[in-house]
């Protein structure tokens, strides 16, 4: 038997776990048993510390640094009841992974052979990892390797369970020695406090003036595969790129479209649970689960967080996804694209921003806040208009360039989809007369010139790179292994440097004039930017002509995409509102960009090694045995013929592998590279149909998606 027929028989052992009798779980108890949360912190801290911690979370005042020594303190002890020997300051890197250095709270105490534990405030506060193999784009250089993390009190710390260990950490930002930002989670807060004050602002233009803290809101959808652990072990192209370098499509695919929301497979099910119950455990609202379009394809989802918060878990929930796997004997793949010709896979970002109770994004129950309402719509269609490009930008890895504009990802055009009845209403405002819907019940806005609102606008497209969904909007551009700092941090800076414009516009106005004023900015707003609504089918050839027409920018590959970060006009953008600075946004292009370069060159690389040490031998072992054929008495014009098929694709194999070869090792032109791989794949899939089945070294497609 050849190694995937022993991989196969391995699985068809496996025993699923199963039970009739399920044990009770009470959700709410185990939640967050794990995090020094509220519950924790009133339970350990002294009550003055505790109450100056709570209002730093909550309303977002600087840290009263007084209170570390405290803060420290219980920390330790409620880690330590729970089994933790060690802490780690938690932050992500520009890797676009989250990073970890473990410290005991080993203390020798001086006498031989005796200890203490300590965790000082100090500890908790600054930390000091060697940062020099960290990437930043030239920021730092290695002499001055030092870097420090900075507690971010805003995001609670946890215990996270690895193997038998459990390990404090403590979520941190990530600066060097001169203060210049090397991690996604800084930007990310400034952004969050820039939007904040601005919505505050534009409120107020409105006479909302109130202490009420503003928040902005993420809820990410995760898609991800599950193929099972032996098969995966005999294919080196996903273990070092993460996606299948070689492959033809199996000839049941997702054509039958009968895997979306399926019945869940026991062993999956199983998986899915283990994993709720470790992300629950650690504070991580895991709401839904199920089965995503393309065979063994998933998607978990979060009920939504304050948005620092929301990223953190959604990198412990990448974390957690692939550690529970490996302890089914299953394999989880976070790429965008880990099979040709099936769906990729996204991360649907569901954004939005409230000042208190209220969400923006909340069509509300009368004419003041359908006014409101009306007006942030509008500045989210000029940012997004203004800043497609960078919008796009935040969504360019290697991953992605295989997902966005294939036949079932958002185009690489940006574009907004409102549904009907908003476009309708958008449109009415544009020229700034009419007053009704022709959809549905409407409710009366009293704003004399503003048209009526539809009580419920809930239309849905799954083509949009950018969809209003109710009361939020959902970004699909991102993709899935992607960190959702990014998007994030593009999206609350354009949207803030528009309700900047938009109230510094209503703030000049005298109050008499404020609705005709506000009716006059909006109607110019739409007419500027319409542009990039689009409700149509984004899947389409022809929504890349129209797109063109409009003039909106279609950035295929990531070295284009990334280019708008080195534009002056962005950069001028990000400084004033202090999210980066001139370096930092530079360093982010070298570092984005030399991060798709090399993954590049891995793949490239790898694709030449796997076809010359496992698919010419396997396309040379068939050739061999079909020439003893050959040779018999009873050589035939068929024998002939197999013979030659198999000797022809032997050399195109070969030769598509020497022509790759030849660009590869100039690793000049990147794009050239990426065609050549796409040739040779081409041939070597063209080989897997013909070469004997129990000859081919790796996993099929068929088997990788289907048996698990
Ligand atoms: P879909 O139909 O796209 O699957 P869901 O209704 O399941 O949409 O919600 C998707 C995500 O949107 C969930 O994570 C949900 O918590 C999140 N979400 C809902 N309201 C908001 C909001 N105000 N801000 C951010 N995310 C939100
Ligand atoms: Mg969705």
Redesign the pocket.
Known sequence: MNSRKLAIAKIAERKVEYSDNTPQYEIDKEYGKDVFGIRAMEQYLPRPAYKKLVETINAGTPIDSSIANDVAHAMKKWAMERGVTHYTHWFLPLNGLSAEKHDSFLDPSGEIGNAITRFSGKNLIVGEPDASSFPSGGLRSTFEARGYTAWDPTSPAFIKRTGKVATLCIPTAFCSYTGVVLDKKTPLLRSMQVLGQQAKRLLKCFGEDSDAKPSV?????QEYFLIDKALYMLRPDLMQTGRTLFGAPPQKHQQLEDHYFGAIKPRILNFMSEVEKELWRMGI?A??RHNEVAPAQF?I????EELNV?VDHNMVTMETLQKIADRNDLVCLLHEKPFEGVNGSGK?N?????VGEK?L??PGNNPHENAIFLTVLCAIIKAVDEHADLLRSSTANAGNDHRLGANEAPPAIISIFLGDQLTDIIEQLEKGEAKSSKHGSQIKVGVDTLPALPADVTD?NRTSPFAF????F?FRAAGSSQSCANPNIMLNTIVAEAFDEISTYLESLPKEEFQKGLQKKLSEIIKAHKRIIFNGDGYKEEWKEEAKRRGLPNLRTTPEALKPLLDEKNIVMFEKYGVLNRVEMVSRYEVFIEEFTRKVLIEAGLSINISRTMIIPAISAYLSKLSSAANSPWKNAATDEIGKCAADSLSEVLNATKSLEAEFEKKADIEKIKEKMAHLRKCVDKAEGIVEDSLWPLPKYRELLFIY
């Open positions: 809101t993420l809820g990410a959808e609202p709401k839904t998607e989802a979060p009920v939504f929301a649907h569901n954004w939005s921003i409230s969400n994004l909340n849905r969904t109710g009361n939020k959902e």
